[in-house]
């Protein structure tokens, strides 16, 4: 999870630095230390990808195979009587797919809620120090566009 917050916040960089880049090639100043900064960050944001990509799977194994295992120690020490209602096919499936949808949800949507909201914070505070005046606009027109959303997708549900 901080993995992926730190890469967000390297996202936002690469915004900042790809903006300063812009403006320094529009004014005709060298710009060669930030290009190298441009290309650093963005070295950092691949190999950061990877090394997301390997800790995420890791963590989701041995999350489901801590849940697997106490799951088959249940279903051994459990009444027979209680085991009898399943049938083994169920019970495999439990402790194969349906644990490993389970963990890769809660690895994935964890981590990702909090580098989403990371983003959206530094996004405000990024505006904020640009113009303020667009920052209060987003603050204020961001939660009425997701809330207009919501009720427009109900009514196009029920269309």
Known sequence: MVLKCV???VGVMMAVINKYIVDL???G???TV???IAVVCTLFSLAGGMLLSMMAVKATEQY?????SRLYEHILNCDWNHRVKYHS??????LTSDISAICSGIVDVSSSLAATLLQLIMAVILLWHYDWTLAVFAIITGPAAAVLSVCM???LKRI
Do not use: W
């Open 29 to 31: 100043f060298s710009m």
């Open 34 to 36: 930030s290009i190298i």
């Open 7 to 9: 890469l967000t916040a």
């Open 153 to 155: 997708g109900r009514k």
């Open 64 to 68: 489901g195979n801590h849940i697997r």
């Open 89 to 94: 096919e169920e019970l495999l499936s439990r």
């Open 25 to 27: 090639s529009s004014s």
